[in-house]
């Protein structure tokens, strides 16, 4: 088992998709699927803590394609559907025997389509899932002007729009309105994160592709597809899906149940680490019998940046 991870390639839809693999070499696999604009580093503390929580996990990380070590897929437009697709030959090359699939933020989007395609996890997880229309959310302002400004680097040429679509001020922009936690050090790491690894797409047209994908879908669109038990875990104050959508997609999934974070928003994978990681260690570990909806206390601030750095 370790906790270090080691990084491999698997060939998928003619392309290599870049993965890392935590913990134990074999036994229950859990596939970590990251959000729009990331890499397979915003989930790492998810990951880390995780095979120390449950030594017996095996964790898969992959890149989505376009994104982080991972290539665009050649001659794929990188919608919703192709995703959902990559994801199903993944897992089965990776875990050809079964696994437990957890998708964040736009990675929720993808679990749920590529559920609606055949994907058959033993369990799903969705940590911020995209739970209503962009434009409906607390942010919507902040979404229109996301939308403009993907819109104007479409317009450009390729140097140029990369050199709009990787401006560290926008960037900036971007990690202050997302970022909810009060404390000082855990905002700059938070940060550091996203000016590190916010902008390791592969060219400019895959990730308009993949935004228009993020912003043109929800995941009740698929909620007849959630067959297995499934734990939704949500931020009270995420300003990309209202709290009153996340409780609505829970009851529209069977077998599901609701975690609120307090005081977090949409970058529960950042700044509530220990707690997610309790309430995945718990559910992958019981039945899906417990309650429906519970408010899960805060575990010490500055917690989630010592457990993922």
């Known amino acids: 088992m370790s906790y270090v991870p080691t990084s491999f390639s698997v060939a998928t839809l003619g392309a290599d998709t870049r993965a890392w693999h935590y913990g ?3 036994g229950p696999t859990l596939v970590l699927v990251h959000g729009f604009r990331g890499d397979h580093h915003g989930l790492e503390g998810i990951a880390r803590d995780l095979v120390v929580a449950a ?3 095996r964790v898969i990380v992959p890149d989505l394609p376009g994104f982080g070590e991972s290539p665009a897929l050649p001659g794929r437009n990188h919608d919703l559907a192709m995703y959902g697709e990559w994801l199903r030959a993944f897992t089965s090359s990776v875990a050809p025997d079964g696994f437990a699939i957890l998708g964040h933020s736009f990675g929720s989007l993808v679990v749920a389509s590529s559920l609606a395609g055949g994907l ?6 969705l940590i911020n899932p995209i739970s209503a229309p962009a434009l409906e959310g607390p942010q919507a302002l902040m979404t229109q002007l996301a939308i403009a400004y993907y819109r104007t680097a479409d317009l450009l040429p390729e140097r140029a729009a990369r050199g709009l679509l990787s401006n560290p001020l926008i960037v900036r922009v971007m990690s202050e309105v997302m970022a909810k ?5 855990l905002r700059a790491w938070i940060h550091a994160q996203h000016a590190s690894y916010f902008s390791s797409f592969s060219d400019p047209s895959t990730l308009l592709q993949a935004f228009r994908a993020s912003v043109s879908h929800t995941v009740p669109e698929f909620a007849a597809a959630f067959t297995a038990p499934t734990l939704l875990i949500a931020g009270d104050r995420d300003d990309i899906t209202p709290l009153a959508k996340q409780l609505e997609l829970q009851r529209r999934i069977p077998e599901s149940r609701l975690r609120i974070l307090p005081g977090t928003g949409h970058l529960v994978h950042y700044e509530a ?3 997610a990681v309790a309430e995945i260690a718990q559910f992958l570990r019981t039945d899906s019998s417990s309650a429906a909806t519970s408010i899960t206390p805060r575990a010490a601030a500055g917690s989630a940046k010592e457990n993922s750095a």
């Open 120 to 125: 058959n996890p033993a369990r799903t997880i």
């Open 24 to 26: 134990a070499q074999d």
């Open 55 to 57: 030594p017996e996990l």
């Open 273 to 275: 680490v220990a707690d």
């Open 181 to 185: 936690t009060r404390d000082r050090e």
